[in-house]
């Protein structure tokens, strides 16, 4: 008697919980709150993940989907999207706050101030750093168009709210990443330029420019330059990882610049991934794939000599699903076999596909914000 009571209190109390804003409201296996605290309410995304986004709250999942958010603004002006302001599912992150931190210019002071997080203003490039792991609440920012890392390797592993802006890093650690997310939520990546020596040598010598896994969560990548390497970005690391990175791994890239890179621009398995106003250029692989079930919509972007530029059925057991929209491609194909229902939950900015590649090469990368 008292152990079905203790079940029957269990369901009760799970049935009554409200789920946080932004957070997971359902979904195929899903076990927590269906419902969202107030002024939220919970929104099917697909099949295994519904979430809580602004609106009268208290409700559970519709039975059918819900109107979908406005449409994005920009139209057919070229220059439209702001430069200096964070969009997309990163959005909410302040890193280490407004002040003027502190300006570093070797690896031992970088570790030091690391260690006391807050702003940290890097100038001039940093050789040799290792692996350095970073705290959260964390501002890494560039110093001028040259500033940053050689030989180095960033990661963020269970921590949150970190903002890197105006980095150029080059050649990672020895076997890493540029930059790796483990279980981080809240990252913004912006300005920054990440490169390798190109599509040369062992392609498993490094691994990616910017790899995000482990549930990683809350993330946007915005007017960056990822150029020649073997591995661009990788988003979600094993076919396996399903129940840990299921409703998470909800990435937004945008005005970024992807060129000489073999594959992964990015490559998503399981999460929601947001591609607009980006340039494509020479990627002889594959450019954006999206794998095990994942919820992909490309717009306003422009590929240019890049094979499969949008893929749902390669690398892995399961495909994923997208949608391409007002994409233009230039002697690039794709390959969708399964179409998205994502729509995004944030309001943003698109520049035509017809103009995205000259403006991202003016506006993405290091010195444009400095």
């Given at each position: 008697?008292?152990?079905?009571?203790?079940?029957?209190?269990?369901?009760?109390?799970?049935?009554?919980?409200?789920?946080?804003?932004?957070?997971?409201?359902?979904?195929?296996?899903?076990?927590?709150?269906?419902?969202?605290?107030?002024?939220?309410?919970c929104?099917?995304?697909?099949e295994?993940?519904?979430?809580?986004?602004?609106?009268?709250?208290?409700?559970?999942?519709?039975?059918?989907?819900?109107?979908?958010?406005?449409?994005?603004?920009?139209?057919?002006?070229?220059?439209?999207?702001?430069?200096?302001?964070?969009?997309?599912?990163?959005?909410?992150?302040?890193?280490?706050?407004?002040?003027?931190?502190?300006?570093?210019?070797?690896?031992?002071?970088?570790?030091?101030?690391?260690?006391?997080?807050?702003?940290?203003?890097?100038s001039?490039?940093?050789?040799?750093?290792?692996?350095?792991?970073?705290?959260?609440?964390?501002?890494?920012?560039?110093?001028?168009?040259n500033?940053?890392?050689?030989n180095?390797?960033?990661r963020?592993?269970?921590?949150?709210?970190?903002?890197?802006?105006?980095?150029?890093?080059?050649?990672?650690?020895?076997?890493?990443?540029l930059?790796?997310?483990?279980t981080?939520?809240?990252?913004?990546?912006?300005?920054?330029?990440?490169?390798?020596?190109?599509?040369?040598?062992?392609?498993?010598?490094?691994?990616?420019?910017?790899?995000?896994?482990?549930?990683?969560?809350?993330?946007?990548?915005?007017?960056?330059?990822?150029?020649?390497?073997?591995?661009?970005?990788?988003?979600?690391?094993?076919?396996?990882?399903?129940?840990?990175?299921?409703?998470?791994?909800?990435?937004?890239?945008?005005?970024?610049?992807?060129?000489?890179?073999?594959?992964?621009?990015?490559?998503?398995?399981?999460?929601?991934?947001?591609?607009?106003?980006?340039?494509?250029?020479?990627?002889?692989?594959s450019?954006?794939?999206?794998?095990?079930?994942?919820q992909?919509?490309?717009?306003?972007?422009?590929?240019?000599?890049?094979?499969?530029?949008i893929?749902?059925?390669?690398?892995?057991?399961?495909?994923?699903?997208?949608?391409?929209?007002?994409?233009?491609?230039?002697?690039?194909?794709?390959?969708?076999?399964?179409?998205s229902?994502?729509?995004?939950?944030?309001?943003?900015?698109?520049?035509?596909?017809?103009?995205?590649?000259?403006?991202?090469?003016?506006?993405?990368?290091?010195?444009?914000?400095?």
């Open positions: 008697m008292h152990s079905k009571t203790a079940v029957l209190l269990a369901l009760l109390g799970g049935a009554t919980a409200q789920q946080a804003a932004w957070g997971q409201c359902g979904g195929t296996g899903w076990g927590g709150p269906y419902t969202c605290v107030s002024g939220y309410t929104q099917v995304q697909n295994w993940y519904s979430q809580c986004v602004p609106g009268s709250g208290g409700s559970p999942p519709p039975s059918t989907p819900p109107p979908p958010p406005p449409p994005p603004t920009g139209g057919n002006t070229c220059g439209t999207a702001a430069i200096n302001q964070l969009v997309g599912f990163g959005a909410g992150t302040t890193g280490g706050g407004s002040g003027n931190g502190v300006t570093v210019t070797n690896c031992s002071q970088f570790r030091s101030a690391v260690a006391n997080r807050g702003v940290i203003r890097v001039g490039i940093l050789n040799g750093c290792g692996h350095v792991d970073i705290l959260s609440d964390t501002s890494i920012i560039g110093v001028g168009a500033s940053g890392f050689s180095s390797s960033l963020i592993r269970r921590n949150n709210n970190v903002i890197i802006r105006n980095i150029r890093m080059k050649t990672p650690d020895s076997g890493g990443d930059i790796e997310l483990d981080a939520t809240r990252v913004w990546v912006d300005h920054c330029d990440l490169s390798n020596d190109g599509i040369v040598g062992d392609k498993d010598r490094y691994d990616g420019l910017f790899d995000m896994k482990a549930g990683s969560d809350l993330v946007t990548v915005s007017w960056t330059k990822l150029h020649d390497h073997w591995k661009g970005s990788l988003v979600g690391h094993s076919d396996n990882n399903g129940d840990q990175d299921r409703g998470k791994l909800r990435v937004t890239y945008h005005h970024n610049h992807f060129y000489n890179v073999n594959s992964r621009l990015p490559s998503m398995r399981f999460g929601t991934l947001h591609v607009y106003s980006s340039c494509y250029e020479n990627n002889p692989a450019g954006v794939n999206s794998r095990m079930g994942a992909t919509l490309v717009e306003q972007s422009h590929f240019v000599n890049t094979r499969r530029a893929v749902t059925n390669l690398d892995s057991a399961q495909a994923g699903f997208a949608t391409s929209r007002n994409n233009i491609f230039q002697n690039s194909d794709t390959a969708i076999t399964q179409t229902n994502f729509s995004p939950p944030y309001g943003y900015t698109t520049d035509p596909a017809s103009c995205v590649c000259d403006l991202v090469k003016s506006r993405a990368g290091t010195g444009v914000i400095a």
